[in-house]
């Protein structure tokens, strides 16, 4: 009589974890457009659709893995055609969610593939400067709002230290990397009055760089010091010029 020593084994659909599909728009429409804006689009949203008119593919994909661009690396002649994307969800979603559908949907209309990457650059950090910060947490609830709140402040709401390093990394055309080790939501006021190059008169700017490497220390108690790093990076590997019937 044979006698058989147990088998231990697992069946492939035992340890197979399922994938979740790619979230994706119930609906969604992809046209050329006769501008291709790289940089101050408008983008409505609200809660499951996504509304954005004459940008770029670059603008497109920027906005979608929420990258700057200069953490974005692709063909130059994604700065080059237009397109309006009008979608909706089947349901309500952030933006957050609203950002990987456009992801999903740049793969399906435009074949886009992608992969990240780290690379060396000069970046910026932000650290807290000698005596701390000089701002508080925020008491109130809601996303973080930027906005100039008239011609000499500038004001940030219910915003994290991170969220703050990406908006003031647009000026600077270089990654700003959160190294406070602060972790709440703050309220940020800066008067900006000391810092116009044409005070009481009409067209003035701001002086941004003064603003970022001294009124950030004087008035908030953060600063920004230059160094090497390797932040993460976009690397946009192939797509179409010409994206597919809607």
Partial sequence: MKTFAPVLFFSASCICVAQQPAPSF??????????????????????????????????????AWDMPHFQVSGPAWLRDSGFDVVAKSASPVNDDQLRLMLRTLLAERFGMKVHTEKKEMQVYVLTVAKGGPKFHESSTEGPPVFTN????????????????????????GR???????????????IDVTAYLTNPGGTGGEIDVMSVLFTALQEQLGV?????????????????????SEN
């Avoid at 790289?38 to 593919?57: C, K």
């Avoid at 990654?175 to 006021?189: E, F, M, N, Q």
Wanted: charged share 25%.
């Fill in 26 to 63: 119930e609906v969604a429409s992809v046209r050329p457009s006769t501008t291709a804006r790289t940089n101050d689009a408008h983008v409505d949203t609200s809660p499951g659709t996504l509304t954005i008119r004459g940008v770029s593919l670059q603008f497109l994909v920027e906005w």
């Fill in 149 to 172: 709140a008239g011609k000499g402040m500038l004001v940030a709401e219910r915003v994290s230290m991170p969220d703050f390093a990406e908006k003031i990394s647009e000026p600077l």
């Fill in 175 to 189: 990654p700003v990397l959160d190294a406070t080790g602060l972790k709440g939501r703050y309220d940020i006021h």
């Fill in 223 to 243: 600063k920004l010091e230059s160094r090497k790093d390797s932040p993460e990076i976009l690397v946009v590997d192939s797509a179409s010029k010409t994206p």
